[in-house]
């Protein structure tokens, strides 16, 4: 953990998320510091209350939100609205949130039968009518793979602790967390007239991409020197406007 915490910059990130099991004021706290908007759902373990003098502590007028590598970027393992500091034992058991036109869930996990089962997934992502479903449920393994035009992203445990069930004897965890970015995406869609050979646009498409840096760190086996690895993996989701903003794109 101290070696991702030298990444986790304050006023570097816009968001975080925290997918449950705050187990300490001092985790709490430090996910809070890291950007203005925080939230939050609740795991299987999370410890409460905690004291007002950390839920309620001001924070630092001067956050700006930013990214690295890119802006709008969000540390996955946290998020809570400034307003609502609730956390732990005291937070939603699902959280939406929008970004731009991507509905973006959150759960833990922990009530999903069987846990981690990739159609009981699906199933939550279709009640909560989201885009994106960022989910732990005790695994601590990262994931992010792309089911029926849907997106899931399991951002693994930045601690290292141990998923009991989850891990082949002997196996060790290798910690992670994620960091994401929204971008917009516009294409032209062409059409070749044949009359006059000419190509002309005949419909737009705009898109949200999903761009999410997975943070691992890896044990080197001959050495075991710890390393800090990081992997990108994108998610598209294409938006078409309406007929009638498809023909004043055509200019008919």
């Known amino acids: 953990m101290a070696t991702f915490k030298k990444l986790l910059i304050p006023g570097k990130i ?3 998320l925290c997918l449950g099991n705050l187990t300490s004021p001092d985790a709490y ?5 890291l950007a203005p908007d925080f939230h939050a759902v609740k795991g299987d373990f999370d410890v409460d209350p ?3 003098s950390i839920l309620f502590q001001p924070q630092n007028p001067q956050t700006q939100p930013g990214a690295h590598p890119g802006h709008n970027q969000h540390a996955q393992h946290t998020h809570h609205s400034q307003q609502t500091p609730a956390a732990g034992a005291t937070a939603p058991l699902t959280k939406v949130i929008n970004h731009g036109r991507l509905r973006m869930g959150m759960t833990h996990g922990h009530t ?22 960022l989910w732990s449920g005790g695994s601590h393994r990262f994931e992010a793979y792309e089911m029926e035009g849907r997106f899931f992203v399991n951002p693994g445990t930045a601690t290292g602790a141990v998923g009991t069930g989850w891990w082949e004897d002997g196996e060790e965890v290798v910690p992670s967390f994620v960091l994401m970015d929204r971008e917009r995406e516009f294409t032209a869609r062409i059409t070749t007239h044949m009359a006059d050979m000419l190509a002309t ?10 761009v999410v840096y997975v943070y691992q760190l890896k044990k080197d086996p001959s050495t075991g020197e710890e390393n800090v690895s990081v992997e990108k993996v994108s998610y598209r989701k294409n938006v078409e406007p309406p007929d009638n903003a498809a023909a004043t794109a055509d200019g008919s």
């Open 14 to 16: 816009g968001q975080v």
């Open 201 to 210: 646009p005949s419909k737009q498409v705009q898109g949200d991409v999903l």
């Open 112 to 133: 999903l039968v069987p846990p981690g089962d990739a159609d009981a997934l699906l199933i939550a992502a279709r009640q909560m009518d989201v885009d994106v479903l």
């Open 29 to 33: 706290l430090f996910l809070r510091q």
């Open 50 to 52: 905690f004291p007002s």
